[in-house]
Every structure is written in structure tokens, then in C-alpha cells.
């Protein structure tokens, strides 16, 4: 006989479906909003992605588009990537991106080779990157590479004969992660991809950190980019000066971005449509966390309607408080990772086309 009194709590009663939590409805609003165009995304096929810089507006929409249909239409999961290998090749300790970059491969029908310690390969022995990466070509139709050190990704880059996934190399960028966060944001507001955006209907974005040293924020500011038409003003908010890196801001002001800096995070937050905190800024081998009132919790003058994104892990900047209030969408962001790394592998690989001549959905399932 079980002795109910002496269980945890959780034990005792159903998993609860959260079917309401904010940011994990179905994105069927962003896919009928977007002219499927596969165009942009043929080009990829056989090409590495190593950063942001390589998605202009066009092709990271579809990329997103291509996520969404994988999101709302479960039975496009026929195993496209049947007879594939990933490898997926992670230097450095990671939850989301290394597990999601797997979950989606083996949602998609393929096999995987795991590498979590660069000490259990040649590299202990000296071996180096080029060569390894000669091997890689032998052993796997694509690999995934997280690396603390920046030059890792593109010392490879000469070997390899299979397409390559940026999954983070050092501080310098994150793409995949800002595939993400767009996607995220896509989902929220489907209008922002049009040009023909009215200017009310532009938003705030603010950046909580620093965006030289942040490698998700990197590759995220260069994605913004794209849609600066939608973008009234994007706000860094630090107290610290020499927030970017060397001709950073520039690039980004250049490319259409209005930027501004704000030193205290609740001057500028009621203004805000999209909060984008992170919690480390990297410096060299070490790092720092975000210091000041930049943390937000549930007490924090969040504007009506106003989303949360994050990449995560989180620090004790972003507070449990908020995870059951609408702002919440950085687990949106989390679990909508995995449909965009489903879509970015499925076009690198070339098998794309058997997901647009997949069946289209039913009533029910739009
Ligand atoms: N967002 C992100 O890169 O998380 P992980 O470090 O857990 O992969």
C-alpha cells in the first residue's frame, strides 16, 4: 500500500499540461503570414554556418518559416535525415544548444556522434584542428562545434569537406541562438518581417549587458539589423562605457540600427517591447556577471504586453518571479531552438525538398 502522505507532492498528481504558458502557442499565425519562398533556402545547402552575418532578411524569415512548419505540422517529421550522421562536437559545457541541436537531428531520423571532452580525442596528443576535421569528413554528413576559443571554428574551416554549425566559438558569436531569438520574436509579431511596417507599430528593443563580450547578443544585434524597419530604438543598457567591441556599434548604426545607451535599467524599462537580458559577459578565459539594478523580476515596471528573452542559463538577474507572467517567452525561445536547428540542419544537407513536398496540413492541425 502506498503511503501517499510520505511523497512528494508532485508524485501524487498528473504531469500538469501548461497548455496556457506564454509564448508556446502554436505559430500558426507567423506561417500564414509569410510566402513560402525555398529559394533562399537551396542556397545553404553544402554551406557552413558560422555567423549571423551570412542571414539577410530574407533567408533567416524563411528559416524561421521553415521552423514554424516543422512547430505546427508534426507528421513533416519523415525522418528526412535518414542515413545521416551529425557529429556533434562540444569543447565547452552547454544544456540547450548541444541537447537541442541532438534532439533535432534524432527528431529528423538521424544518427549522432557525441564528443563532450576534446581530451578524449587527438587533441591530447597534439593533434591538430585541420587534421581532425580531415577526419570528420569521413565519419559524419555534418558537424556542430562549440568551442571557447574563437579561431577554433574557422582553423576547421579549410579542412572540411561537410558543412559546419557554428554552436558558439568563444565570444565572438552564436548564430544559431539568434535564429532563435528572431524566430521568438517572429512568433510574437508576425509584422515586423514587413517592410511596410507603420511606424507606430515600430518596437523598442532593449539589450541588457554588454555587446562586445556577449557572443548571443553578437550575432543577435547583427540579425536586428535586418529588421531595423521595425525597430524604433534599440537601447543598451549598462552603466559601464566601452560596452562594444571595436567598430561594433558602428557597423550596426551603420546597417539602419538607432541606437542608444541607458545607464539604469528602470529609467528606460516601461518604454520597452522586447527585454533581451544575459547573464555573462565573457573576458578572456574568465567572466563577469551583470552588476547594478540590471535584474528583473516580477517587481520590475515591465510595460503591458512586454516579452522577456534570454538565452540562458540564467543568473540571479532574471527572477523565478517572472516565469509565470506573459513576459515569460525565454522558455518560448528555448523550445523554438530546436525547430530552428531542425530547419538549419534539414537545408544543409540537402533534404530540404522532402520536407516542402511533404503533405500539406490538416484544418486541425494549422
Ligand atoms: N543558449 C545557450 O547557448 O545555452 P547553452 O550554453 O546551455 O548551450
Not at 106 to 131: C, N, Q, Y
Not at 231 to 238: C, G, K, R, S, Y
Not at 288 to 297: A, F, M, N, R, Y
Not at 301 to 312: R, T, Y
Request: hydrophobic share 40%; proline share 5%.
Amino acid at each position: 500500500m502506498v503511503d501517499r502522505s510520505k511523497l512528494h507532492p508532485y508524485l501524487t498528481r498528473p504531469i500538469e499540461v501548461k497548455s496556457g504558458v506564454a509564448g508556446i502557442q502554436r505559430p500558426a499565425n507567423f506561417l500564414e503570414s509569410i510566402a513560402e519562398n525555398p529559394e533562399p533556402l537551396m542556397e545553404m545547402a553544402n554551406h557552413h554556418i558560422v555567423s549571423a552575418r551570412q542571414f539577410n532578411l530574407d533567408r533567416m524569415t524563411q528559416v524561421c518559416r521553415l521552423a514554424a512548419e516543422f512547430e505546427v505540422m508534426p507528421h513533416l517529421i519523415h525522418k528526412p535525415l535518414d542515413g545521416k550522421i551529425m557529429i556533434n562536437a562540444f569543447y565547452e559545457p552547454s544544456t540547450r544548444t548541444r541537447f537541442s541541436f541532438e534532439s533535432a537531428w534524432h527528431r529528423l531520423g538521424g544518427d549522432i556522434i557525441t564528443i563532450t571532452d576534446a581530451g578524449t580525442t587527438g587533441m591530447a596528443k597534439g593533434e591538430s584542428l585541420p587534421d581532425i576535421a580531415e577526419m570528420f569528413n569521413n565519419y559524419g554528413d555534418a558537424i556542430v562545434l562549440r568551442d571557447s576559443n574563437e579561431a577554433s571554428v574557422y582553423n576547421m574551416l579549410e579542412s572540411l569537406r561537410i558543412p559546419m554549425v557554428n554552436a558558439g566559438n568563444g565570444v565572438d558569436e552564436h548564430p544559431t541562438q539568434a535564429l532563435a531569438d528572431i524566430y521568438t520574436i517572429f512568433k510574437w509579431r508576425p509584422e515586423l518581417t514587413s517592410l511596410d511596417l507603420p511606424e507606430n507599430r515600430r518596437i523598442r528593443v532593449g539589450i541588457i549587458g554588454t555587446p562586445g563580450k556577449m557572443r548571443t547578443v553578437r550575432s543577435l544585434l547583427l540579425l536586428l539589423a535586418n529588421v531595423r524597419h521595425a525597430i524604433a530604438e534599440l537601447v543598451v543598457i549598462n552603466p559601464n562605457r566601452e560596452i562594444f567591441s571595436a567598430g561594433q556599434r558602428e557597423e550596426l548604426e551603420a546597417a539602419g540600427l538607432n541606437i542608444s545607451i541607458a545607464d539604469r535599467l528602470k529609467d528606460v524599462l516601461p518604454e520597452l517591447d522586447v527585454v533581451y537580458i544575459n547573464s555573462i559577459a565573457w573576458i578572456g578565459d574568465t567572466y563577469e556577471t551583470l552588476t547594478g539594478d540590471l535584474k528583473l523580476s516580477i517587481e520590475s515596471p515591465l510595460k503591458d504586453g512586454a516579452i522577456i528573452l534570454h538565452p540562458l542559463a540564467r543568473g540571479d538577474e532574471l527572477d523565478v518571479s517572472l516565469d509565470t507572467t506573459a513576459h515569460n517567452w525565454y522558455f518560448a525561445q528555448a523550445r523554438g531552438a530546436v525547430f530552428i536547428r531542425m530547419a538549419l540542419l534539414t537545408t544543409l544537407v540537402e533534404r530540404i525538398s522532402q520536407v516542402l513536398d511533404a503533405p500539406q496540413p490538416t484544418a486541425e492541425e494549422a
